[in-house]
């Protein structure tokens, strides 16, 4: 500032700052008289004109007239904090300001706080209006303020509430905490009698939110307490399922019944962060769902009972229809026989859309159950593939596997992903023009294995990608309707994969085809490694591996596939019996600790029944009781944690002494070799595979096969070549080959063909060739036996 | 000649399922309820029992859980033949001492498949 500006000067600004302010500001002498108010105070106040010299008794704000009579009192007190009056429509907030050197005058500022109150109205209004019940918790989880829709689903009044401790960790069920209030209280509050009810009642809720406990009979009963006396009732398992695992902000549902008085919540926590970062509290919102809850239960059970019931009269459609197509009946004419297949295709539809029906109910209710385990992506696509070999021998098409050997395993549920793989397959085959081959691929990318399905079909628009996941969605078009389909198939792909924690998606070009993907994650180091397996020769047969634990059976699986066994597995007592029964199995390596019953009594059971006592069993325990375990007829045990070599000379020497011929089979077809594999398996031969010609001389340098399985026409060398190769070798020149082959011989190689010991055409007819092997082999079944030989 | 008896309230499938086995040469035994299916598998002894799971009065699980208790049948294998088709429903059927689990609705040829399986055929 200058210092040519007056004194006056500076006060005429201060003045004019004063006059122009917002709020309002009224100065009072030590006798009540006004002695200044800028306009913001004179309009504020609803003053007409300029105030001053008149005493606040005549100013017409009584509410103001009280406050300024009492600080101007010789002893008034006159504190700095603001208070509120009413004045007309406006909530105004008020200071006092005493002014200094002992002069006894006022200062009075005044702040429009309308809109603030308003504010604070509409929220009261919105917390009483709202259906949900709210709590607000402080830091120290005490109740500061509930709604009436909390206090009615909680049968609570606001002074039991407000104030008391919560349990939000017990509400939750996370920790139980000690009760925090005494039993009398729990008493009070009991609306359903206990005794008679076991499972819980919304006193329960209650009761839990005070205390993080339940109680019963007014005595307080910690969760564990309250689930031990609930163990039967279902109510319990999906409330220790639903409190198991709960981050503070996720819906969580809990169901509570009591008497048939059922209530469904979902219960919300939020945190309360200031603005400076500071937790000061939170909020608990619970929903009443329990309608919701009984409307999605009923649509389940009527899908589910309609499915049913639809099946009985499609079964009879279906049956007669097949029989007559299939001439059980008699003769028909062509138009009666085309028809009646027009019958039975929208009879197998009706057939799909009601098992896509169930399987959408099914996965919505979360009633769905995944057996998720490390998982061999190339089985399960084996697996799949596999399904179509009907259909592609018929329609000269083929299904193209590229999927390299060396994948980790992934987590999944085997036979789920097998479904979304099919479906995605089936897919492909319907959209893709006659003759247009399907791809399928795999690869290990980052923590995840992708699996695509690629077509050479009419590709789908950007706006179609979007919309193909949803339920009953179809690209609307000439073709789609002719292939029919339900329209559900993706959706419940979608929804398998994203269960087991993967991500599907589908890329395309419109006019060159579409490629479908999904991902799924790595199962856990520890279930990668690769397992030992010594030198020896492959072997052939099938064990059963049962064991309560699926990743213990999988690494067994892992080990004795490796080795060249075909395994099932069971995990249970009853599945083990069931398996063994059906598939009679060479060997059962059993976990005699087993969770659904003691695996001494399986092996009671299996050596009982007359189909399965003769098949030896390896028991692998922990538990080491030889004498028990030779008394119930294992045939010989390993302990646990397993020697992979040790098991695999266990299992080798019941297998039989004798080994097994070993067939090389060789096709860039994976779904040929995984069928002919199969059946060569059952049929007591060990197998090793090879997806092209280099491949297949590396497997012979490897071991030298018995006999050898060969297709003609495959990428990077192919099997003329590797005829010419092996018949040049010294050693391998009397390993007879059997050609598996599509097409014409080509002239120019009928002389190496003379060579080949015989020639099958595809479509393959696995049993024809399976003989044809025996029949070969019959000639050098002696080599094969012979002991030096074997253990080489 | 091989005999099966076959068990199912529907009379059109129950007949569904006994034409399909005949034409494919099987004996077949009928029986339209669970009841009359235990004395009829005592009394003829079949070498396999196709049996449905729905029925009044006697359903299908108990049936075989009494078919499996009497020393006279326990031997017979035992499929059950039901609309039913979730793993749980299965896992009962194969507790109460059934072989396996055919889900309707079936193909003729594939249950006359599925049934010589089943008899080692």
Known sequence: MTGGRSRHAHDADLARLVDAADDGLICFGEDGIVLYANPAARELLGVDGDPTGVAVSELGVPALRERILHCLKPRGRCGPQPFSIQVGERTLSCRIWRARNGVRALAVSVHDESHLVSHQERIGAVLDATADGLLVLSPADEVTFANPAALKMLHAKEHDLVGARVSVDGLLGMEPSEPVLGAGHCREIMKCDLEECPAYSSADIRCWLMNGTLCEGGKPQTFAEKQERCRDCETHEILSETLDVLSHDEYRELDLQCNGNRLVVKVKVTPIIDSDGDYTGRVVAIRDITSEYEIAQMKNEFVSTVSHELRTPLTSIKGYVDLILDGDAGEINDIQHEFLSIVKENSDRLVELINDMLDISRIESGRIHLKVEPEYIPDIVDGAVDTFRAVLAQTGRAVKVRVPDDLPLVTADRDRVRQVLINLISNALKYSPEGGDVTVKAKHTGNTVTVSVSDKGLGISREDQKLLFTKFYRVDSAMTREIGGTGLGLSICKSIIELLGGEIGVKSTPGSGSTFWFSLPLAPEEMVRKPEVSGSRPAGGTVLVVDSDPEIASLIETYLRRRGYLVYKAYTADEALATARRVKPQVITLDVIMEDGDGFDLMTRLRENPDTSSIPVVVLSIVCDEGRICRFGAANYLEKPIDSSRLLEVVGNLVGSKDSPLALIVDDDRSVVSLLSETLHRRGFAVARAYDGTEALAAIEDRVPDVMLLDLRMPRMDGYEVIKRVKRHAEWGSIPIVVMTAHPIESAHTDLLAEVAGQINKPLSPDAIASKVEELLSGVSLKVASPEEVTS | ?121
């Not at chain 2, 091989?2 to 099987?26: Q, Y």
């Not at chain 2, 035994?29 to 009394?43: H, I, K, N, T, W």
């Open chain 2, 1 to 121: 000649m091989t005999r099966i008896l076959a068990v199912d309230d529907e009379p059109h499938i129950l007949k569904l399922v006994s034409f399909s086995l005949a034409a494919k040469g099987f004996d077949v035994l009928e029986a339209s309820d669970g009841l009359s299916a235990l004395e009829v598998a005592e009394a003829e002894q079949p070498d396999l029992i196709l049996l449905d799971v729905m029925m009044p009065a006697l359903d299908g699980y108990e049936a075989c859980r009494r078919l499996k208790a009497n020393p006279k049948t326990a031997h017979i294998p035992v499929v059950m033949l039901s609309a039913k088709s979730q793993k749980a429903e299965q896992a009962v059927g194969i507790e109460a001492g059934a072989l396996d689990y055919i889900c309707k609705p079936f193909t003729p040829s594939d249950l006359v498949s599925q049934v010589r399986g089943f008899l080692g055929e």
